[in-house]
């Protein structure tokens, strides 16, 4: 497989899972910009990606999948026992995509674009930062007595929080009020795969 990213984005969720469950894949960078290109060749990244955004997977036999959410649940199921997509009951799958979908369109989509765009101002800027800590709210009441996002075990839901999560410092979104955000943050920071793959991204 082949997983396109850019480091400091979103497409480093999948990059953890891919090193959780062990499965060989192939970074391939791409350079965000106008157009998006693939950083090795300079190719237009739009011909395999229309939209032009990270991540995308490309599998074995050449079919390409993208959006993070669906490349997340897709790495999951190819190891159903490694349990990063929790199933042993219907309510626990669905448990897993509300929080996968809460991040996407609460989180991901509150930091991106407002804090990621001068030309919005800082008067956007400021309201998304209050958007977004009215949402942390909830993360932090869900991580009260729990070591990971959906319990005691690590799952895809934890990788994209994480990769989201990370822009807080350079968004300048305070996280004072979060004890046990941060604590999970510094249990994530502390995975081998997480620190790897940050290492490969060369993010630390």
């Not at 739009?46 to 074995?60: F, K």
Request: net charge negative; hydrophobic share 45%.
């Amino acid at each position: 497989m082949k997983l396109y990213f850019t480091p400091g984005t979103c497409s480093l969720a999948p990059h953890i899972v891919l090193r959780e469950l062990g499965l060989e894949a192939e970074l391939v960078r791409v350079r965000l910009g106008t157009p998006p290109v693939i950083a090795a060749t300079q190719d237009d990244y739009r011909t395999l990606n229309p939209n032009g955004y990270v991540p995308l997977l490309e599998l074995d036999d050449g079919s390409l999948l993208t959006e993070g959410v669906a490349i997340l649940q897709y790495l999951a199921d190819l190891h159903p026992e490694a349990g990063l997509l929790p199933a042993a009951t219907p309510l626990q799958r669905y448990e897993s995509m509300r929080w996968l979908v809460y991040i996407s369109s609460e989180l991901h989509k509150m930091f991106s674009p407002w804090l990621f765009h001068p030309e919005y101002g800082e008067q956007a800027a400021e309201v998304a930062r209050g958007k977004i800590a009215k949402r942390l709210e909830l993360v932090e009441r869900q991580l009260d007595g729990r070591d990971y996002l959906l319990g005691q075990a690590f799952t895809v839901a934890d990788a994209y929080l994480f990769a989201i999560v990370s822009w807080a410092k350079l968004c300048k979104v305070p996280l004072d009020a979060f004890a046990h955000l941060q604590a999970w943050l510094e249990r994530m920071a502390a995975r081998p795969t997480v620190q790897a793959a940050l290492q490969a991204e060369r993010l630390r």
